[in-house]
């Protein structure tokens, strides 16, 4: 076998990747033929590993060796690497501190808060911690807010380096001290009486500009206002045209502050709530060695925090995640070098040689990240076997169940019977993860497609987990060889 050694520079990290000639294990079984054939695929675009844990052979190997780029399926290497490396019961510290003299419940001088990349610091739980903080004596601060997101080492990331659009909350870039993702959310609620529809914002943040122009009138329930006019730098979402009436209400999530102004505002908000004060403004700083311990908010455990993770396809939970990695092989600062290097080891260290392998961010969200179906069949194959198998599997989404595949496969076989982590980028589609028949016979699952007509590719990615729901379900084993 000849190969081509390229060599890929991402985030100033280079790896070396082999480019191998497509390897197929025998044509795509007819019914995946025919349901490719209807997409504009072509079938070089493809990469498809089925094989059945156990089994000596995969059933279907096609293109299985050409590393791919599989959007947020490579949350699925990240999110294994969580649990293995720091543990199930890992969670995340948020710490305040005291840097000044406490007189009373007056505090002259300022409030250090402390991140190590929680990534599920929502509003309710930074709510139950200003409320600690609160119930600990501290009402007035009479300086600053300093934010010491010191242990991400990581320069400031332009929201809108990824698709020129800065206010999707995906682009929300990685942050020690990452508050409610950065982002607001928005219910749009029709009101049939009068025609209009309000926009309800949560947290209402008094420096975004939400202009309502939306009417009521006849439309698909999927074609609404996804994509407002948006002014990232004025802080300003104009929303016009037709909003479908009989479909409901709908909801999304944008990012429009810096991260500092966001922290202010909503710390602000919180704590006049909860009867205190703030005189001075949000500024970043080190946590100084005079400081005095006040408080500690802990995160939720990271079994828990990875199924938000794959169920939801969370891109900004699955990159702080991905660098905290980080902790496993080397001291703070966390870095991206040391996170892929933290990777790279655990992979050897268990027998998982992915040469191929490209990692930038951990989330799937990358032009430039890469593996091959082959290898990411036998990453989930590896899972399968290990003792955190229940925690991983867990996380991923069903079919006609929850998570990104809550409205797919509701009438199919597979419905309930399957545990896949989906992807999607511009010419990428991907699913990979689990069919099993419900009495011990699982299949590991992976499609990868490249190609510009990838968008036309669910139906593709559906029959391929209908037929291997169908292959599984056959009486006796149906791939060992």
């Known amino acids: 076998m000849i190969r081509i050694l390229a060599t890929l520079a991402v985030s100033s990290i280079s790896l070396s990747v082999y480019l191998s000639p497509f390897v197929y294990a025998g044509p795509l079984p007819t019914p995946l033929r025919e349901a490719l054939s209807s997409t504009g695929v072509p079938v070089e ?10 089994a000596a052979r995969p059933l279907v190997e096609h293109n299985a060796e050409r590393p791919m780029n599989p959007a947020s399926t490579m949350k699925l290497v990240t999110t294994l690497a969580g649990l293995e490396l720091l543990g199930p019961s890992f969670v995340w510290r948020t710490e305040a501190w005291l840097d000044g003299s406490l007189n009373g419940d007056v505090l ?54 990824f698709d020129n659009d800065p206010t999707r909350p995906y682009n929300v870039g990685p942050d020690a001290l990452l508050l ?18 309000r926009i309800v914002s949560t947290p209402e943040l008094p420096q975004v500009n939400i202009v309502n122009e939306l009417t009521l009138g006849p439309a698909p329930c999927d074609i609404w206002p996804e994509r407002p006019a948006a002014d990232w730098a004025q802080s300003r979402l104009v929303f016009s045209g037709v909003f479908p009436y009989g479909c409901g209400e ?61 169920k939801f396809s969370n891109n900004v939970m699955a990159r702080q995640l991905f660098l905290s990695l980080s ?12 996170a892929a290097r933290a990777v790279r080891a655990w992979l050897m260290r268990n027998q998982l040689d992915f040469p191929e392998l490209v990692m930038d961010n951990g989330s799937g969200l990358s032009r430039a990240g890469r593996i091959s179906a082959r290898h990411l069949g036998e990453l989930l194959t590896y899972a399968w076997r290990g003792p ?28 309930g019977r399957a545990h896949i982590k989906t992807g999607y980028l511009e ?8 069919v099993s028949d419900g009495r011990g016979r699982v299949l590991v699952v992976v499609s990868l497609i490249n190609d510009a007509h990838a968008v036309n590719a669910q139906s593709f990615q559906d029959a391929v987990i209908d037929w291997a729901h169908g292959q599984v379900m056959q009486s006796g084993r149906c791939c060992a060889q």
């Open 327 to 338: 902790l496993a092989a080397a001291n703070p600062p966390v870095t991206t070098d040391n």
């Open 250 to 310: 709908k909801q999304r999530n944008f990012s429009l502050l810096t991260r500092n102004q966001y922290f202010l505002t909503l710390f602000g908000q919180v704590w006049r709530e909860l009867g205190g004060t703030l005189q001075g403004s949000a500024r970043d700083g080190v946590l100084p060695d005079r400081a005095r311990w006040l408080a500690t908010w802990e995160s939720p455990p990271l079994a828990d925090v990875i199924r938000d993770i794959n």
């Open 45 to 54: 675009g493809v990469a498809l590993y089925v094989k059945e844990v156990g």
């Open 108 to 161: 002259d001088g300022n409030l250090v808060l402390k991140g190590y990349g929680d990534p599920k610091l929502t509003l309710e739980n930074f709510w139950l911690f200003l409320r600690e903080i609160r119930a600990r004596g501290l009402r007035e601060i009479r300086g600053d807010l300093v934010l010491d997101r010191s242990v991400f080492a990581l320069a400031e990331i332009d929201p809108g380096r």
């Open 388 to 415: 955190l198998m229940p925690e991983y599997a867990a996380s991923l989404p069903i079919p006609g169940v929850d998570g990104t595949l809550r409205r797919r496969l509701s009438e199919s076989s597979a419905a």
């Open 427 to 434: 010419g990428v589609r991907a699913i990979a993860g689990y």
């Open 180 to 197: 409610n993702y950065k982002a607001i959310r928005l219910q749009f609620i029709p009101n049939d009486q009068t025609g209009g529809v």
